[in-house]
C-alpha cells in the first residue's frame, strides 16, 4: 500500500472519531449493545426480566430478534415480552389518569401501542382521552348511523324536581281546599303545580313546622289521596291516586344494567329474578351474553333498580386454605445378647476300618458293605458325628424418623367446589372378558379391563365465607399410598392404604385446625436364649438375646383459612329505601343538593308560611349564594377549634361579629365540670330588633358532652305564654360531633321583640375529660314580616376535669 492510500485511511479514520466524539458530546449515545451478538442480547433481555425491568427486556430481545429472525428463541422471548411490556405501560396510565395526570397517561398508552400496535385496551383508553380534549363522540362498535347516536344523545331523561334546599325552610299552617295546599306549597317553593283534568280538590288540615319541600309535597298527598310527578325541574303535575291514574300519568323509561362480577348465567338469573319480585309492574330481561339487564319501568323504579343491583352484584368473596398433610414414620430397633445355638444334630458315620468287604457281581458292578452286625456290636465314639448350630454375638440399634409433609395451598371462590390432586394415577385390573365361541379358539382374545387409582393428595373443598370472615369449609382430605402387592387367582395386585378426612367445619380466619390424627402404634419385644439362664436380669444378654421395636406411624391434617376478599357491603346496601305506600313505588329523595332559594312569596288568603332559614342573603348576593358561602365560612372556623373535628369536612362556622349587629353569645361554666355531672349553657340574644323567630343549629363534640335537654329562654315570652319550640339532636356522618336544630318562634301574627335576653337553655352532661367547644353554626333568626336577620355568633369552650 503506498503512502498516498495508507494517509488517506489513517484520515478517514480521525474523521471518523472525530464525528464520533461530536456525537457523544451533543447527547446522541449510541446503544451499549449495538455491536452485540444476537446471543449476547439475549442473556442481556434475560438478566432485565429477572429483575422485571421489562422494557429493557423488550428492546434486547427485540434486538436480539432483529439479528437472528429464524432462531426459535429469540422469536419466542420478542413476542412474549411484546404482550407484557405493552400492559405494563397500560397499567401505568390507568393510574396516572386516575390521579389525574392526563398527559403522562396518554405517553404510557402512546408507548404501549408502540410495543404492540394490537393492544386494544391501549387503543380504547387512546380513544378516550382524545374524546375528552377534542369534545368528538368515542368510535362506536355498532351498526347504528351518527344521526341515530345523536338522536340517543338528544334524548332526554326523566324529569326530576329541583329541590329548593335541603334544610327544612317550610312552615305551613292552613285548612283549605287540597288544590289551595299545593299552590300554596308551589308559591313558597317557586315551582309550578299543575292539575288533572278530572281531579276535584277536597278540604284538608295542614299543620307543617320546619319541612322540606318533598316532604311537604309527600305529606300533601298522602292527606289529599293525590300523587304527583315533575313534568320539568320545577313544574309538578298532580292527579288522584288510583292504578287507572298512575297507569296512565307514570312516566316510563328504559336502562340497561351491566353487572360487572356476574360470571354464571345463574349469577344473572338471580338479579333478574330478585328485580322482578320485587317490582311487580316493571319488566326486566336478562342478557347472558352481555351480563346485562334491560329494564323498563318508572324513574323510581329504576333507581330501585340501580339500588338492588348495586347490592346484589359483589364481586364473591374468596378464601385461601393452607393444607398441611404431615405423616411421621418412626422404627426404633433394639438387638442386644448372645444367641446361642438352637439345636444339637447325632449321626452314625460309616465305617472306615479295613473289615469292609468288596463284592465284584456277574454284570461286572462293585458293591462295597459299610456297616455289618460286627461293627454295630463294636462302636465307639468315633463312629459318630455331632452338629451344633452357630451361636450369634448381637448389638445392634436401629432408628429411623421419616416425615412426609405436603403443604399446598389452595384459591376458591364463595360456594365453589375446589380440587387440588398431587401425585400419580396407578392401573390395576378390574375384569376381564373374552369374545367367541370356544375358549381354545379366543383364549388370545382375552382383554383385561383397567382402572386407575388416584395416589397422593387428593382434596376436595367448598368453602363458605361469612360477613364476619369466619370460614365455613365443607372438605374431603384423602392421602393414598400404594401398598404392597397381593395375588388374587394368580394375578399380582396392588394394595392402596387409604387415610382420609370428610367434615364441614367453621373457622375464624387464619385460625388453624387439624382435621384427623391417624396413630398406629406398635411395640414389639423378641427373647430368645437359654431357658433358665436367658432370663436372669443380668447374665439374659450372656446366655439369650432381646429384641424390642418400636413403630409409631401418624398422619396428621392441618388447614388455616385465609380470607383474601371479603364480602364488600357497605352501609348503603345495609340501608332501607322508603318505597311508599300501596303497588306503584315511589321513592322520597332526600339530601338533595341545595338549588336557588327563591323569593320570599305572600301567601293565599288563610295561609301562613314561614321560610325559616337559619342563614340571611349577603349584599349583593342572591339566597343561595349568600347560605354557601356562609356555611362554608362557618365550617372551617368552628371545626378549628373543635377535638376529632377536620376543618374541611363540610361542617358550617360561625360569622365574625359586627359591631352594633345582632350576635349570639353563651355562657360557659366558670369552673371546669366534673365528669358525669350536669351544666346548663344559656344561649343569649344581644341587639335583637323586632325579632319573632329563632332558628339555629349548634354543634357540640359527643365524645366529651351529651346534649340532656333544651329548654327556651325567656326573651321571646310574650303575654306570659312561652314560644314554640322544636329541636332535634343528630349526629354528623363519620365525626364525633353533634347537631342540634332548634327553633323557637312567636304565634303567627305576633309582634316582634326587641332587646337582649336568653332564647334557649342547654343542659348537657360531662362525659369525660377534656376541653370542648359549643359553637353555633347557623346563626339567625327572623322578624315579624319572616324577613332574615343577619347575626353573629361566638362558640362557648366548656372543660371538664
Not at 215 to 229: C, M, P
Not at 250 to 268: G, I, K
Not at 387 to 401: C, E, H, I, K, Q
Request: charged letters at 15%; glycine letters at 6%; aromatic letters at 4%.
Amino acid at each position: 500500500m503506498s503512502r498516498f492510500a495508507l494517509l488517506i485511511q489513517g484520515c478517514r479514520t480521525v474523521i471518523a472519531a472525530s464525528l464520533m466524539a461530536l456525537l457523544v458530546c451533543n447527547g446522541f449515545s449510541v446503544p451499549a449493545f449495538a455491536a452485540d451478538s444476537a446471543a449476547k442480547l439475549f442473556k442481556i433481555g434475560q438478566k432485565a426480566e429477572d429483575r422485571e425491568d421489562y422494557d429493557a427486556a423488550y428492546e434486547a430481545y427485540k434486538k436480539a430478534y432483529a439479528k437472528a429472525p429464524s432462531d426459535l428463541r429469540m422469536r419466542t422471548a420478542f413476542y412474549r415480552l411484546r404482550q407484557t411490556t405493552s400492559s405494563n405501560h397500560v397499567t401505568r396510565g390507568q393510574q396516572l389518569e386516575s390521579q389525574g395526570d392526563m398527559p403522562g397517561a396518554l405517553a404510557q398508552f402512546m408507548r404501549a401501542t408502540e410495543i404492540d400496535p394490537g393492544n386494544e385496551a391501549a387503543l380504547q383508553e387512546i380513544a378516550k382521552i382524545r374524546s375528552k380534549e377534542n369534545g368528538t363522540p368515542l368510535p362506536h362498535e355498532t351498526s347504528l348511523s351518527d344521526a341515530s347516536l345523536r338522536d340517543i344523545e338528544d334524548s332526554g331523561a326523566p324529569s326530576i324536581l329541583k329541590s329548593v334546599s335541603k334544610e327544612p325552610f317550610l312552615t305551613l299552617h292552613m285548612t283549605a281546599d287540597s288544590k289551595v295546599v299545593y299552590q300554596a306549597i308551589g308559591k313558597a317553593a317557586g315551582i309550578n303545580v299543575l292539575f288533572d283534568s278530572d281531579y276535584n280538590g277536597k278540604a284538608i288540615q295542614v299543620d307543617l313546622l320546619n319541612v322540606t319541600l318533598m316532604d311537604a309535597l309527600r305529606i300533601v298527598s298522602i292527606e289529599s289521596n293525590t300523587f304527583w310527578r315533575p313534568v320539568t325541574d320545577n313544574t309538578i303535575f298532580v292527579a288522584a291516586n288510583s292504578r287507572t291514574k298512575h297507569t296512565e300519568l307514570d312516566e316510563q323509561a328504559v336502562q340497561t344494567f351491566y353487572l360487572s362480577n356476574a360470571w354464571q348465567q345463574n349469577d344473572l338469573n338471580d338479579v333478574v329474578q330478585a328485580l322482578r319480585n320485587v317490582m311487580a309492574n316493571a319488566h326486566a330481561y336478562g342478557v347472558p351474553s352481555q351480563n346485562a339487564i334491560v329494564m323498563r319501568g318508572t324513574p323510581d323504579e329504576l333507581t330501585l333498580a340501580q339500588k338492588i343491583i348495586n347490592d346484589l352484584d359483589k364481586a364473591r368473596p374468596e378464601v385461601v386454605v393452607d393444607v398441611a398433610i404431615m405423616e411421621v414414620d418412626k422404627d426404633k430397633l433394639r438387638n442386644i445378647g448372645l444367641s446361642w445355638p438352637g439345636s444339637i444334630s447325632f449321626a452314625l458315620q460309616p465305617p472306615t476300618s479295613s473289615t469292609s468287604t468288596t463284592t465284584t457281581t456277574t454284570d461286572g458292578t462293585t458293591s462295597t458293605t459299610n456297616l455289618t452286625l460286627n461293627n454295630l456290636a463294636n462302636l465307639n465314639a468315633n463312629n459318630f458325628a455331632v452338629t451344633v448350630s452357630a451361636a450369634t454375638a448381637n448389638l445392634l440399634l436401629t432408628d429411623s424418623d421419616s416425615k412426609i409433609l405436603q403443604n399446598p395451598r389452595i384459591r376458591a371462590l364463595d360456594g365453589q367446589k375446589a380440587t387440588l390432586k398431587i401425585g400419580s394415577k396407578v392401573p390395576f385390573a378390574t375384569g376381564s372378558y373374552q369374545t367367541g365361541a370356544t375358549t381354545a379358539i379366543t383364549s388370545s382374545l382375552v382383554n383385561t379391563q383397567f382402572q386407575y387409582q388416584d395416589i397422593g393428595v387428593n382434596i376436595e373443598m367448598t368453602p363458605t365465607v361469612h360477613y364476619d370472615h369466619d370460614v365455613t369449609l365443607k372438605l374431603k382430605v384423602e392421602d393414598m399410598s400404594e401398598g404392597p402387592a397381593v395375588t388374587i387367582s394368580g394375578v399380582s395386585e396392588p394394595t392402596f392404604i387409604q387415610k382420609n378426612s370428610e367434615q364441614t367445619i367453621r373457622l375464624r380466619e387464619g385460625e388453624a385446625t387439624i382435621l384427623a390424627g391417624i396413630l398406629n402404634k406398635q411395640d414389639l419385644v423378641n427373647i430368645t436364649g437359654i431357658p433358665g439362664l436367658g432370663e436372669l436380669p443380668i447374665l439374659k444378654y450372656i446366655f439369650g438375646s432381646k429384641s424390642v421395636e418400636h413403630i409409631d406411624d401418624e398422619v396428621v391434617f392441618v388447614l388455616m383459612p385465609h380470607v383474601v376478599r371479603s364480602p364488600d357491603i357497605t352501609p348503603l346496601n345495609l340501608r332501607s329505601i322508603d318505597t311508599g305506600s300501596g303497588q306503584a313505588i315511589s321513592l322520597r329523595p332526600v339530601d338533595q343538593a341545595p338549588e336557588a332559594k327563591p323569593a320570599a312569596a305572600t301567601p293565599p288568603s288563610g295561609a301562613e308560611i314561614q321560610p325559616s332559614s337559619a342563614v340571611a342573603p349577603l349584599r349583593g348576593q342572591t339566597a343561595a349564594t349568600a347560605t354557601s358561602s356562609a356555611l362554608q365560612q362557618m365550617r372551617q372556623s368552628a371545626l378549628s377549634d373543635v377535638p376529632g373535628a377536620n376543618p374541611s369536612a363540610a361542617t358550617p362556622t360561625t360569622a365574625a361579629a359586627t359591631p352594633g349587629s345582632m350576635a349570639f353569645s353563651m355562657t360557659a361554666p366558670a369552673a371546669p365540670v366534673a365528669a358525669g355531672s350536669t351544666f346548663q349553657v344559656p344561649v343569649v340574644l344581644t341587639g335583637a330588633k323586632d325579632i319573632a323567630s329563632v332558628p339555629l343549629q349548634i354543634q357540640y363534640d359527643s365524645s366529651k358532652l351529651s346534649l340532656v335537654n333544651v329548654d327556651s329562654g325567656d326573651f321571646l315570652i310574650q303575654n306570659g305564654q312561652l314560644p314554640a319550640l322544636v329541636h332535634r339532636d343528630e349526629e354528623v356522618a363519620g365525626t364525633p360531633l353533634h347537631t342540634i336544630s332548634v327553633v323557637s318562634s312567636l304565634p303567627p301574627g305576633s309582634h316582634g321583640k326587641s332587646g337582649s335576653g336568653p332564647v334557649f337553655l342547654l343542659t348537657f352532661q360531662a362525659k369525660q375529660a377534656g376541653s370542648s367547644q359549643v359553637v353555633i353554626t347557623h346563626p339567625g333568626a327572623m322578624n315579624s314580616a319572616q324577613q332574615p336577620v343577619q347575626a353573629s355568633a361566638q362558640p362557648a369552650t366548656i372543660v371538664v376535669h
